[in-house]
């Protein structure tokens, strides 16, 4: 096994079993000092993996450290802060938007909503093969990134990739489909905003 400069010098010069070292040796623990700050398990999975992606995408700077685990330290505790601050800004928008997806329905005919869902199905079934798949298990199954990874077989970043796109696709259909205040509301709340959805963590990122 490397020491620690050797492995920060190989990482650094783009040796990749250098940095899958680095990632085994460093990765639980980061996890656990990021879930004391975010006390959200998921939150500090994704921090985690973003931070191991900054640091392969940015490895030239790594030749320069000396302190591995203070610098990774300091590295994931900033990006956890950030990520804290996004979710304070989304659940303020969520609010906000629940208030007007609440005025407006109680508004609106039951009809309007009924379409809504007829609609965003519609958009569903119009999704290529796997990203429907990897909406299906996020939103009906609530499996993580990580677990719909392994249950597909395809990597975190392409998991991201699928919902990222799906989300875009499934926001212009139903747009397209109508242009009421209600639709527009229900579908920036259902897709973005809700919670329960698998894209409020993609809004996050």
């Not at 450290?65 to 802060?81: I, P």
């Not at 519609?122 to 249950?151: C, G, M």
């Not at 991201?160 to 109508?178: C, D, E, G, H, V």
Request: contains cysteine.
């Amino acid at each position: 096994m490397l020491n620690e400069k050797k492995m920060l010098l190989r990482v650094a010069e783009g040796d990749i079993q250098a940095f899958n070292q680095l990632f085994d040796q460093y990765h639980q623990l980061l996890a656990l000092h990021i879930l004391r700050i975010t006390n959200s398990t998921e939150l500090a999975e994704e921090v985690v993996l973003d931070v191991f992606m900054k640091i392969w995408n940015n490895r030239d700077a790594l030749a320069t450290v000396n302190n591995v685990k203070a610098y990774l330290y300091v590295l994931s505790k900033n990006h956890a802060l950030n990520c804290l601050k996004q979710v304070a800004k989304a659940r303020k928008l969520q609010s906000e938007l629940e208030a007007m997806a609440d005025m407006e329905m109680y508004q609106a005919e039951n009809t309007d909503r009924t379409e809504f869902y007829r609609v965003l199905d519609e958009a569903i079934d119009h999704l290529p093969q796997q990203q429907k798949t990897a909406y299906l298990l996020s939103r009906h199954e609530r499996l993580t990134y990580v677990q719909i990874s392994t249950a597909m077989g395809i990597s975190h970043e392409t998991v991201k990739t699928y919902l990222k796109r799906a989300t875009i696709f499934i926001t212009t259909y139903i747009q397209q489909k109508s242009n009421t205040i209600l639709m527009i509301a229900l579908t920036l709340f259902f897709i973005f905003f809700n919670p329960l959805s698998p894209f409020f963590s993609f809004y996050l990122s």
